[in-house]
């Protein structure tokens, strides 16, 4: 992302009301078959991400919208973003894989028969979500380098 467009979408992000979300995933392989998957959304206790954005400490590395499917009997837009976060669990894994992911394979060998076990995760990752005309903007943050 260029700088100048990262500051602008930037600026957009620091005007208006945003809710900061841990989103992980994990997923467990034996023998090429899925045994266990483990897909996690929780709000924060304490906004180091969007605290972090105005100090300094965090950056915005990707922003990915997504247009949520029809929701009713969602009384706020807190809940509404979080049941989006859950419920669309492609499309934020799509823009949560740029960030950074881990693969764990391990393959053994016993009287001519091998067995395989692979994990695949994203580790924890801070997002900052809005709801805003119809989509819900997320923004994957970064812990700047120091």
Known sequence: MKKSSLIFALSLWLWGSEMEFII??????????????????????DSKGIRGIKDGDYQLFKICNIIPRDYEGVEDEASFIKKVLKTQRE??????????????????????????????SIPPKRVIAKYENGVVNLGILEEKKK
């Open 24 to 45: 992980s995933y994990k997923a467990k392989m034996q023998d090429d078959i899925l045994v266990g998957e483990d897909y996690k959304v929780s709000e924060v206790i």
């Open 91 to 120: 499309l934020v894994l799509d823009c949560l894989y740029s960030s950074g992911v881990k693969i764990y394979d391990e393959v053994t060998s016993k009287d001519l028969q091998a067995k395989s076990r692979t994990i695949f």
